[in-house]
């Protein structure tokens, strides 16, 4: 353990970081447009990322609304304090912990329960999230290896800062009225794969089909279970990149299957774990529960990449999603002709945005999305939030788009 009383560690000439957190049970949205009984932190799945450096300390406040049934807890794996710190919370009450985040990484964070009672309900139900702490020197360059055909390697180096992305893995099990179903975890007998809280979260939706075919009704992918504009911020949005940019994706695995994270199209320029590299240049890496991995790389070619949990079951009951690098559909020249940008764009975030799900907060390498629209796994009242924040409600923006041919 390291020092944690809060008086101490507030005087201590560190950064303190607040992290407040309110633990509530919700009905949010499950494809096949049925809901079911989450329990949440502030009232989103996953709860909301906390970004820090390394050497920071974190105050953890966590307040339990007089009107939830059970109590809560937050276990952070960021932290090396006692779990006595991680005691539920009663309803009504609020609770903090203090801690130096000394080990740079991601580390996953999450409901212990009641007394550790309903610990696996609370957080497959939807308690849980990520801490992300940042190198106390920053991260390192990114280095690709490039042949010229001649037998030679080039190497290719790209600077630290990055477009930066979040992608946290689970299971759903539930019964078919949306509670949550003891007996199918203890067989693991998932009902579904979610990615930051979501089947299918990012693949296209109907915005896409007009853009890309021109035509609201033909579908893209074999999969669009959240085409339509009155799904609001649960509409399924895509992630933008542009070719040659450097990318770091932060991969958590909050459920209780493997992860075997590929991305299809795509080599993992570089797996970092913890505060070493791993691996370079490698096809898949793998991921045990609350196990975690840093993702760099570079998307050469225009075109669509899917990310996947290379597990047949859980590719097609959620685990997939597409990153979209460049112009691969040579909208540039259309969205220019009709007004919606001035000029050609490197990537569609400057048009769309990259959906805020899937965007971390700012850190110390990090490049600023071009915009970041709203989608998650959210209450409407952290819709409205983000809203508020400047986000962009893309169901209100598309049908203001003048008709692209
Ligand atoms: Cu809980």
Excluded at 68 to 73: L, Q
Excluded at 245 to 258: M, T, W
Aim: glycine share 10%; hydrophobic share 40%; charged share 15%.
């Amino acid at each position: 353990f390291a020092e944690t009383d809060c008086d101490v560690l507030e005087n201590s000439g560190r950064d303190v970081k607040e992290f407040n957190l309110t633990g509530e049970s919700v009905e949010l949205p499950i494809m096949g447009g049925k809901t079911y009984n989450a329990m949440t932190f502030s009232g989103q799945v996953p709860g909301p990322t906390l970004r820090v450096t390394q050497g920071d300390v974190v105050k953890m406040t966590l307040s339990i609304p007089a009107d939830e049934a059970v109590g809560h807890g937050n276990d952070m794996h960021a932290s090396q304090t006692s779990s006595a710190s991680f005691e539920s919370v009663n309803p009504g009450e609020t609770s903090q912990y203090c801690y130096i985040a000394e080990a740079a990484g991601v580390f996953k964070y999450h409901c212990s329960g009641v007394h550790l009672v309903g610990m696996d309900q609370h957080v497959l139900s939807g308690m849980y999230g990520i801490a992300i702490v940042d190198p106390a020197k920053g991260y390192k360059k990114l280095m690709v290896e490039k042949t010229s055909g001649s037998g030679e390697l080039d190497r290719k180096f790209y600077d630290a800062d990055a477009l930066e992305f979040q992608l946290q893995f689970n299971q759903l099990y539930l019964t078919p009225e949306g509670n949550y179903d003891a007996g199918a975890m203890f067989q693991h007998h998932n009902t579904a794969t979610v990615v930051n809280g979501i089947q299918f979260a990012y693949v296209p939706n109907m915005l896409h089909n007009i853009l890309i075919k021109g035509d609201v009704n033909k579908n893209i992918f074999v999969a669009q279970p959240w085409n339509g504009i009155e799904l609001e911020h649960m509409q399924s949005q895509l992630m933008y990149v542009e070719n040659d940019q450097h990318v770091r994706i932060f991969v958590e695995n909050q459920g209780n299957e493997p992860v075997f994270f590929h991305i299809v199209g795509e080599i993992l320029d570089r797996i970092t774990q913890g505060n070493r590299v791993q691996s370079a240049a490698t096809e898949t890496w793998s991921l045990g529960g609350s196990q975690n991995m840093i993702v760099d790389l570079v998307f050469d070619e225009p075109g669509t990449y899917a990310f996947v949990n290379h597990d047949y079951a859980a590719i097609y009951t959620g685990g997939i999603g597409v990153f979209v690098a460049g112009d691969p559909f040579g909208l540039n020249p259309r969205l220019v002709d009709a007004g919606v940008i001035d000029a050609p764009v490197a990537s569609y975030a400057y048009v769309l945005g990259n959906p805020s799900s899937a965007v971390p907060p700012m850190g110390t390498d990090s490049i600023a999305h071009p915009a970041v629209n709203i989608h998650g796994l959210y209450t409407d009242e952290v819709a409205s939030e983000k809203k508020a924040a400047g986000m962009i409600p893309v169901w209100e923006v598309i049908p203001t788009l003048p008709p692209v041919p």
